[in-house]
């Protein structure tokens, strides 16, 4: 064995144990609360196939734009968002981001072509299915944020 390989196979050997200390490291104890309301990423993108899109408004008080957030796959956070503005219909495909609060309640975060969008309220009519989110679009072409509600049955 030339000096070149003992050299890398100690280096491995080392990552490997220093890896398997950090893999069985004990983290401190969490709290878990139960999904109580879009707790759950399945909650807003289905369970054993894709759920139906969210459809509805975002508006800055004056005008209102069409807007949409479409699951891609069940059980993934993979979401198309799209907000028509005039004549162009514009959509990013993207992963949401998923926050649970201490009673079990969801929030999302999102991209969208030319901004981001988060949740400020989510509703479920039943169970933990989410039927309805309300929020903020931050976008480039707004002087403010825009207001949404989507909604689906």
Known sequence: MNRFTKVSVTALVSLAASLG????????AVASTADVCGGAVSDYTG???PDAAFTGTATDGA?????????????SSLI??????????????????????SLG???IDFPIFGGTGGSSDIQCENGTRVTRI???LHV???AKPLEF?????
């Open 140 to 142: 480039m072409d707004a």
């Open 21 to 28: 200390t950090l893999a069985s490291t004990t983290s401190p």
């Open 134 to 136: 309300t929020g903020l």
């Open 149 to 153: 509600t989507v909604s689906r049955s």
């Open 80 to 101: 198309k968002t799209e907000l028509v503005t005039g004549t162009n219909d514009t959509y990013a495909i993207a992963n949401f981001l998923l926050g649970v609060n």
């Open 47 to 49: 369970v054993n196939s």
């Open 105 to 107: 309640r969801g929030t």
């Open 63 to 75: 005008t209102s734009r069409p807007f949409s957030i479409t699951p891609q796959a069940h059980n």
